[in-house]
T-cell receptor, first 111, second 113 residues
C-alpha cells in the first residue's frame, strides 16, 4: 500500500477562502515533496521539505513538515481560480529511491 | 530541451492487444519511472529504473513490462491489454538521489475496450 495518506480527497471552496491538505505517514519520512496537477495536465513539482519542523512559503502557499517527520501540510491563503487542480504529496520509500505519492486532494473553486 | 516526452497522447486498444508506451528524456537523468493515475487512487508506481540495464517493480507491476537499454528511453509494454488497464499513464524522470524532484511527461490516456 501507499506510504503516505492524504486528506481530504476533495475540497470545494469559495474564491478567497483558505485551503489546506494534509499528508500523514506511519513511518518517518526522509523528505516530502509537493506537486500540483492542473486539470488535464501533468504533475509539476512545487517544493521539497527535508528538516524536522520545516516551514516554507511560496507567495500564498505555506508548506510544513511535522516535528516527527511523519506528517506534512500545504495551506493556501485566499484561494484564486488559478489554484484549481489536484495537489499531491510524495515521499521516497524508506531505504529506496522510488517516489510514492499520496492519493491527492482535488481543489475546486467557486468564483 | 524537451524534458520528458511521452507518446502517444491517446490510445484505444482492444482487450488482448499489446502495445508499447514510449518515454524519452533528454536531461541525462538516471532515475525513470512509470505511474498510472486513476480517479481517487492518486499516482501509483508501476515500474522504475535507477539506470540503464536496471529495472524494478513498483506498487502495481502486474500486466506491465519495462526495459532500460539506454539512459534516455524507458518504454512500458502492455503484453495483453485488459479493461482494468484503462488509465492515464505518466512517465517521470529525475536525478539519482532521494532529494531529487521528479519531472513528468504529458501523459498517455489509454482506453481498453
Amino acid at each position: 500500500g501507499q506510504q503516505v495518506m492524504q486528506i481530504p480527497q476533495y475540497q470545494h471552496v469559495q474564491e478567497g477562502e483558505d485551503f489546506t491538505t494534509y499528508c500523514n505517514s506511519s513511518t518517518t519520512l526522509s523528505n516530502i515533496q509537493w506537486y500540483k496537477q492542473r486539470p488535464g495536465g501533468h504533475p509539476v513539482f512545487l517544493i521539497q521539505l527535508v528538516k524536522s519542523g520545516e516551514v516554507k512559503k511560496q507567495k500564498r502557499l505555506t508548506f510544513q513538515f511535522g516535528e516527527a517527520k511523519k506528517n506534512s501540510s500545504l495551506h493556501i491563503t485566499a484561494t484564486q481560480t488559478t489554484d484549481v487542480g489536484t495537489y499531491f504529496c510524495a515521499s521516497p520509500l524508506q531505504g529506496a529511491q522510488k517516489l510514492v505519492f499520496g492519493q491527492g486532494t482535488r481543489l475546486t473553486i467557486n468564483p | 530541451n524537451a524534458g520528458v516526452t511521452q507518446t502517444p497522447k491517446f490510445q484505444v486498444l482492444k482487450t488482448g492487444q499489446s502495445m508499447t508506451l514510449q518515454c524519452a528524456q533528454d536531461m541525462n537523468h538516471e532515475y525513470m519511472s512509470w505511474y498510472r493515475q486513476d480517479p481517487g487512487m492518486g499516482l501509483r508506481l508501476i515500474h522504475y529504473s535507477v539506470g540503464a540495464g536496471i529495472t524494478d517493480q513498483g506498487e502495481v507491476p502486474n500486466g506491465y513490462n519495462v526495459s532500460r537499454s539506454t539512459t534516455e528511453d524507458f518504454p512500458l509494454r502492455l503484453l495483453s491489454a485488459a479493461p482494468s488497464q484503462t488509465s492515464v499513464y505518466f512517465c517521470a524522470s529525475s536525478y539519482w538521489g532521494r532529494d531529487a524532484e521528479a519531472f513528468f511527461g504529458q501523459g498517455t490516456r489509454l482506453t481498453v475496450v
